[in-house]
């Protein structure tokens, strides 16, 4: 099936790059793959750039003309995000097969958490220049593979991926039709896609690094608070201080329903270590000036920092660990396992060192404190910690720094760790209130800020430019409403941009209900209840929207929108599934209806749940029960059969020893009732508290 070396050399040879940034391709790597299925895999780059791009092109029986391309999380910087451990999750190669494609992906410009060193900080080259020109050589490498060029190109991505595949869509009209991001955002100004962006979400990042430095121990009943059957108040026992900075997290648009996550930071804290060079750059005053001078916590208020502030504490490094040397830790429930940032050490090469243990441990507090390398080998490299796993400090950074992380780090370096900017950062969103930004009523009286401001700051260029919210093809827009990283006001921002500037027509925009960042198998299994009894697999509503997405721009066939209201911060979706629309089961669960029961030891009781799918989207498939919080749905409706759009459901149940129990009904729709299909699978939940007291009669 592979091209001959001469179809191969004329393909590369009459191509014109449309981008003259760009040199001629090249190919480094052009052979038969049968995994997963039999395909032909290309990979090359563009000579005299950094970018890279990997091509897989499926048999003719199974390529219906059409292309799909992914865009890597975070930062980019890898052309093979969709076929590491994420792949099964986000679709990766087989499902653009199941859905008639070919899949390329690029590096978007640069190689890893580095620069292209020509380009510098091109956020337009990284945002989407790079992404297009890939896929405008693949296009023409599919008219020399199968005799014609795809008839459409469809970009999607989620995080750092739906964050720039609208701009691919907005700026290459010439490539893509259309676009799914999934949990996206970013500043909205026509006309300025090559401008770098101010820092938005970080900016709520700080008030939620705050809310877990202040509250600790005291997080376990905000939790409680907020979970089914809590109190419902989550400032119980807390003082003025830490009301505030509760508060204050909650109008910036913190996810409701997810504050279990406030004390597991996973991408936020590498969020944090490329914040934090360019506040060093663009405001080296910032941090000196919070310790310094009037109207700043650190100055006015010290004590709030007593016990936690580290200041220039110099010491030895005892050992540098490797990436299989913490993943090993998180499977075997050690320390690591108790943090969410260890899903970064999953992530990275086993070999990789990604983190160290020093000689001494410093007194205060050390997430997001400052790494400095002193001595040896990797002197001068400034990395930050991403998570604190005992006595363990996972690093990480920005540029060639953040590449490296702890490789040539040996047993007597000399570092230095401070936190000052850290703790300073947690304060930057009473230092600056973004125009045209939500939440930031409270520190504003009569039209002025209560606090010094400060100038903007922008994000590393490799998250790209702003978005016009202007396109010529179709937007489906998927916002997680528990996503911890990405705050469910990001999509509600776009929508009023297109609403403003572009065409809404072309545009819908559907809540993925109880779906986090990333899927719950990848979050840490000693939170509890489980992460999987708490949110669903997305992947199935992924590989669907973009079933949606092909209807829609080729067959006319709209996607439905979802219906919400969002006030102080806010997000509230209908409980109604005719009203809240979308494409998710409604799902609720309840016990002599109330969301909290209390129950003898042995005596059984009864669960209610109750299903609606969306008109339109199909039939229920499955409804699961588990019944104690472990993620271990044991028990299953045996008379669903997919026939069915509504239900409900009955279960009783008993327990054998006192405690407090989260009971989750889990509802699975699917658009043509197929009941054994791994495939499209649209999942909900709803769950209930079971207080179990006494002994057995």
């Known amino acids: 099936m592979a091209g001959t070396l001469e179809a191969t050399t004329q393909a590369i040879n009459s191509y014109v790059p449309t981008d003259a940034y760009f040199g001629k391709p090249f190919i480094d790597a052009d052979e038969m793959r049968s995994d997963p299925l039999p395909h032909r895999y290309v990979h090359g780059g563009f000579e005299n750039s950094d970018t890279r791009f990997a091509i897989y092109f499926p048999e003719k029986d199974v390529y219906r003309g059409r292309f799909f391309q992914p865009l890597g999380g975070g930062l980019g910087g890898t052309e093979f995000a969709f076929v590491e451990p994420l792949a099964g999750v986000l679709g990766g190669v087989p499902g653009a097969f199941r859905l008639g494609g070919y899949m390329l992906e690029s590096n978007q410009g640069h190689i890893g958490n580095d620069l292209d060193q020509r380009a510098g900080d091109d956020p337009g080259l990284y945002g989407w220049r790079a992404s297009a020109e890939s896929a405008r050589f693949a296009k023409h490498l599919a008219k020399h593979h199968y005799g014609e060029v795809p008839h459409h190109g469809y970009v999607y991505g989620g995080s750092g991926g739906a964050r720039r595949s609208p701009l691919c869509l907005e700026n290459a009209p010439d490539i893509y039709d259309g676009a799914l991001p999934f949990m996206g955002g970013g500043p909205i100004a026509p006309g300025k896609a090559d401008e770098a962006i101010e820092s938005v979400q970080p900016t709520g990042f700080g008030a939620m690094f705050n809310v877990r430095r202040l509250l600790r121990d005291k997080l376990a009943n905000v939790i409680d608070a907020t979970e089914p059957g809590g109190s419902g108040n989550p400032f119980e026992g807390l003082n003025a201080h830490e009301r505030e900075a509760l508060a204050d997290l909650y109008r910036l648009g913190f996810p409701r329903g997810a504050e279990y996550m406030i004390a597991q930071p996973m991408g936020q804290a590498a969020m944090w270590c490329w914040n934090a060079a360019e506040f060093a750059r663009q405001d080296p005053g910032y941090t000196p000036d919070f310790w310094s001078k009037p109207g700043y916590a650190g100055h006015d208020q010290p004590h709030l920092f007593e016990g936690d502030r580290i200041v220039r504490f110099k010491t030895g490094v005892d050992e540098a660990r490797t990436a299989a040397d913490i993943a090993a830790e998180v499977h075997a429930g050690g320390p690591a396992a108790m943090e969410a940032s260890s899903f970064m050490a999953i992530m990275s090469p086993p070999d990789r060192q990604i983190a160290i243990r020093l000689a001494e441990q410093p007194s205060g507090y050390l997430p997001g404190a400052s790494v400095r390398i002193l001595s040896g080998e990797a002197a001068g490299r400034q990395l930050f910690v991403t998570g604190v ?39 930057w969103h009473r230092h600056h209130v973004i125009d045209g930004e939500k939440g ?126 969002y006030t102080g911060g806010k997000l509230t979706l209908p409980a109604a599934a005719s009203k809240r629309g979308g494409i998710q089961p409604v799902v609720s669960a309840s016990i002599e209806e109330a969301a909290r029961a209390e129950v003898a030891v042995g005596a059984e009781f009864t669960i209610s749940a109750m299903a609606e799918v969306p008109a339109g989207q199909g039939t229920i498939v499955a409804v699961e029960w588990d019944f104690d919080g472990t993620g271990r749905f044991l028990a299953a409706e045996e008379s669903v059969d997919g026939t069915a759009a509504s239900g409900s459901y009955e279960r009783r149940h008993s327990y054998d020893k006192p405690g407090t129990y989260f009971v989750t009904v889990r509802v699975t729709a699917h658009r043509q009732g197929d009941v054994s299909t791994p495939y499209l699978r649209i999942p909900n939940l709803a769950r209930v508290r079971v207080v179990v007291t006494g002994a057995a009669a």
């Open 440 to 565: 930031f009523d409270q520190v504003i009286v009569d039209g002025s800020p209560m606090f010094p401001q400060r100038p903007r700051i922008t994000v590393p260029s490799p998250f790209g430019g702003h978005y016009s919210a202007q396109f010529k093809g179709k937007l489906l827009y998927m916002q997680h409403t528990h996503d911890t990283s990405l705050w469910p006001d990001q999509a509600i921002l776009y929508a009023e941009g297109v609403a403003r500037y572009g065409m809404p027509k072309n545009f819908r925009l559907q809540w993925v209900e109880n779906a986090e960042h990333i899927p719950p198998a990848f979050l840490p299994p000693s939170i509890v209840p489980s992460p999987t009894s708490r949110l669903i697999d997305y992947s199935g509503i992924i590989e669907q929207g973009l079933a949606d997405l092909v209807a829609w721009v080729e067959r006319g066939i709209a996607p439905p929108d979802s219906a919400y209201s």
């Open 389 to 427: 796993f005992g006595d363990t400090l996972l690093l990480d950074g920005f540029g060639a720094d953040g590449n490296a992380k702890a490789e040539g780090v040996r047993p007597g370096d000399q570092v230095e760790v401070d936190n000052d900017a850290y703790l300073a950062y947690c304060y």
